[in-house]
């Protein structure tokens, strides 16, 4: 009960911090709560009249003679779809063919961007992975719908408990998998809102190879079985007054959830668990389109003792993003304090060009009662390809680089955070 109101007190006053340099940091047209309506910008026009280019623009204009470049629309009720086949590599999946595509539009004028997000993917690992996410804002912003749906046959390595784990124990598992989320979100105030969610969490059919080394895997010390289902309510808040939702480049982003996990609704065993996300992004230098931008995401275990896959772990975050220079579930535990700084800046003045540099850190716990081990670092360069000017949606491709000589390139549709 301490570590919860600690944990609440921190996320307060990191939040009034953060709304506060809110207020310092960017144009009178942003400040929060009270003040003035938010809106979400969106890709415009050069001031030198140098029109925004995306990955489209260039296709068009191989194929069709004459093309003439349009301006970068606003998002209106009208939705925007941005759908492309691809192969992607990651660390955790190898090779993979994927169809990322997402929607954006407004549910009515002024109101934010609302957005779905599906990318369905087979891998050479033989992996079959299905998410699909959604944003959905209502008129006026008074009320946002947040659902995350998958299935994953996923095959996965596990490296055992703590960031003191090493490589030498690697664990390959299996499993399959099914999600359901669904958050109701009312507007409180501004850029505050609150509410509850539902959440479900099934795992069938998990195994183990076990060790290389033949020593007893922390998947077996830990008890876990073939089957584990956690089901129960999520507590939610969130201050948002970020520009963009899908490609920020000024605001402040800071969520908590408190989830609450029941044996009568069906779960395996009773547990708590806490998330605290907050991200801040600054024009820096200010007047330029190039961005800073930083993330805290801490995961902790209340009480109560989860699966062994339901463990905060690496690049199991919503985006499954964090801990770029590692292999998803590189590192597992009942605590998870994670840090990540990234510099955005264009390469080509028309925006269809980017890069990166990015640095993070992250420290987990073992089992549950355990106190936070070594600090994992990661950091490397990355690029940015306009996939859509009007909804700013990038493909980005990332090389990473960690520890213990983990490194591996890193593709997704959407910024890291």
Excluded: C
Aim: proline share 4%.
């Amino acid at each position: 009960m301490r570590r919860k109101k600690i944990a609440i007190l921190s996320f307060v006053l990191t939040t009034l911090l953060f709304s506060n340099t809110n207020l310092y940091a960017q144009d009178k047209r942003y400040i929060p709560i009270g003040r003035t309506k938010f809106k979400d910008t969106l890709a415009v026009a050069h001031p030198d009249t140098t029109f925004e280019k995306d990955l489209f623009d260039v296709i068009r204009s191989m194929f069709v003679k004459n093309y003439k470049q349009g301006k970068a629309d606003s998002v209106t009720t009208k939705p925007v779809i941005s759908i492309v086949p691809a192969v992607g590599y990651t660390l955790q999946t190898d090779l993979a063919g994927t169809l990322s595509g997402n929607v954006v539009f407004r549910t009515a004028p002024n109101t934010r961007i609302s957005t779905i997000t599906v990318n369905p993917a087979y891998t050479q690992k033989k992996q079959v992975i299905i998410p699909l996410q959604s944003n959905i804002w209502t008129k006026d912003n008074k009320y946002d719908f947040i659902g995350d749906f998958r299935f994953y046959k996923y095959p996965q390595s596990s490296f055992g408990l703590g960031s003191d784990s090493k490589l030498a124990n690697e664990n390959p598992l299996d499993y399959t998998f099914f999600r359901f989320y669904e958050t109701v979100l009312k507007q409180i105030a501004g850029n505050f809102y609150a509410g509850i969610g539902y959440i479900f969490d099934d795992r069938w059919n998990m195994s183990e190879k076990g060790q290389a080394n033949g020593q007893v895997s922390d998947f077996e010390k830990y008890g876990s079985g073939s089957r584990s289902i956690s089901t129960g309510f999520t507590f939610n808040a969130l201050f948002d007054s970020r520009d963009n939702s899908i490609n920020a480049s000024r605001g402040f982003y800071s969520s908590l959830q408190y989830r609450d996990n029941y044996t009568f609704l069906g779960s395996t065993t009773a547990w708590r668990s806490l998330i605290i996300d907050v991200r801040k992004y600054y024009k820096f230098p200010q007047g330029s389109d190039n961005v800073l931008a930083f993330w805290s995401y801490n995961w902790l275990v209340i009480n109560g003792k989860p699966a062994y896959l339901d463990l905060p772990a690496t690049g199991h975050d919503p985006g499954n993003t964090t801990g770029r220079g590692y292999i998803q579930g590189r590192f597992r535990g009942a605590q998870m304090v994670y840090l990540e700084s990234e510099y955005r800046f264009k390469i080509t003045r028309n925006g269809l060009l980017g890069g990166v540099a990015f640095i993070n850190a992250e420290s987990f716990s073992a089992a549950p009662g355990t106190h936070l081990q070594s600090i994992q670092p990661g950091f490397g360069p990355g690029l940015r390809i306009k996939l859509n000017k009007v909804s700013k949606t990038n493909i980005a491709i990332d090389y990473g680089f960690g520890n213990q000589g983990s490194r591996g390139l890193f593709i997704n549709v959407g910024e890291v955070f």
